[in-house]
């Protein structure tokens, strides 16, 4: 079995950040983690790639190209496509290893996963190379701080959940950014009573016209009762080791090791 997980996110929420932390947590524990950037435009994360999209298709080459002529989000589709139709790139990249673990840094282009397949046919390639897979996604603490962004970000997280139908954890991250009162705040964003927060909204003119679909939504985020933030402070070692933990936990990672075999004798047949 190979382990690995997907990070994924808005633009600027700290994907490549988190891939970071998560990896150093891991050396400083002895363990060695790999990260595979697949941001076709990234132009700067502070890791040593194992693997790098952008030697196979640079966004660039896509928006250079004097046919193709595409924009940077269209590019960057293209990109995430022209990969998929190359699986053996990624698959000779990748190697034939077992028992790894790989943190992919996806793109910040949240339509990649909310409704477009590319990220699904990923997943597919990736467990077709055993991989056993934990979709991480990230979303900046900093916007979480109102009941209607609470609402709005609460919303993606579901529709990348329910699309991308993986194990998942949803991570609030740049919490060593927020304020001592918004830090205090923060709890009732981690568990969240959707019905408390929608309440906040009651004063707002524009809930009034729109209060039922409000309340429609908070009974949907309700229902599903999966919408659960977890707030990483990458100042913070408990912080990283317990997301880290929480993970490993959801992809059963390490727990091969820990099942010790032993042969055990049958105990003797007691003398009548
Ligand atoms: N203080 C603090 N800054 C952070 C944290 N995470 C990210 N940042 C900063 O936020 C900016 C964006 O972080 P990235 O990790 O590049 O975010 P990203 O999601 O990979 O961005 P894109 O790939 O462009 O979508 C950078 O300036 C980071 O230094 C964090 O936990 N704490
Ligand atoms: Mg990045």
Known sequence: MRYGQLVMGPAGSGKSTYCSTMQKQAADDNKTVHIVNLDPAAEFFDYEPLVDIRELIHVDDAMEDEELKFGPNGGLVFCMEYLIENTSWLEEQLGDTDDDYIIFDCPGQIELYSHMTVVTDLIKILQNLNFRLCGVFLVDSQFMVDASKFLSGTMAALSVMINLELPHINILSKVDLLSK????????????????????????????????????????????????????????????????????????????????????????????
């Open 181 to 272: 009162s918004a830090k205090k705040q923060l709890d009732k964003y981690l568990e969240p009573d959707p019905y408390s927060l929608l309440a906040d909204l009651e004063d707002d003119p524009w809930n009034e016209k729109y209060r039922s679909l409000t309340q429609a939504l908070g009974r949907l985020i309700e229902d599903y009762s999966l919408v659960r933030f977890y707030p990483l402070n990458i100042k913070d070692e408990e912080s990283i080791a317990d997301i880290k933990i929480t993970i490993d936990n959801m992809i059963q990672y390490g727990e091969e090791e820990d099942v010790k075999m032993r042969d055990f004798d049958e105990p003797e047949a007691e003398d009548d």
